[in-house]
C-alpha cells in the first residue's frame, strides 16, 4: 500500500511563491497519474494540477501559468510550483494516485485517484 505525505504549506502573502511536495512511502510504479487537488473552507475539492507518468500534465484554468506540476522518479515526490499566489489559492492541497491507471490521461476529476494524503494548508493574505 502506497501512503502519501505532503508538506509545504504555509501562510504567504499575495504574489508569493511556495513549493509542495508529496512523498510517496512506496513506489508509484512505471505506469501512474498523479494529481494535486484543493479544498477551501466550505467548497467542494477542487483539481489543481495533474501529471501521468509519460510526462503530459494538465492545470485547471485558475492556475495555468502560476502553478507547475512536477515528480522526482528518483525521490518518488510529487511537486507543486506556486508562484504568484494570490487569496482565492488559499486552501488545503492534497496529493493524490491512481496506481496503474487504465488510461494514461491526466485528470482533474478527484474520482479517478484511489490514494490521498493528509493534506497541506496554504494561506495567502493580501
Known amino acids: 500500500r502506497v501512503q502519501l505525505v505532503e508538506s509545504g504549506g504555509a501562510s504567504v502573502q499575495t504574489g508569493g511563491s511556495l513549493r509542495l511536495s508529496c512523498a510517496a512511502s512506496?513506489?508509484?510504479?512505471?505506469?501512474?497519474?498523479m494529481a494535486w487537488f484543493r479544498q477551501a473552507s466550505g467548497d467542494e475539492r477542487q483539481g489543481v494540477a495533474s501529471?501521468?507518468?509519460?510526462?503530459?500534465?494538465t492545470y485547471a484554468d485558475s492556475v495555468k501559468g502560476r502553478f507547475t506540476i512536477s515528480k522526482d522518479s528518483t525521490e518518488n515526490t510529487l511537486y507543486l510550483q506556486m508562484n504568484n499566489l494570490q487569496p482565492e489559492d488559499t486552501a488545503m492541497y492534497y496529493c493524490a494516485l491512481d496506481f496503474d491507471p487504465s488510461t494514461l490521461t491526466p485528470s482533474l476529476s478527484p474520482l479517478h485517484y484511489n490514494y490521498w494524503g493528509q493534506g497541506t494548508q496554504v494561506t495567502v493574505s493580501s
Open positions: 501529471i501521468v507518468s509519460d510526462g503530459t500534465t
Open positions: 512506496g513506489s508509484t510504479g512505471s505506469r501512474y497519474a
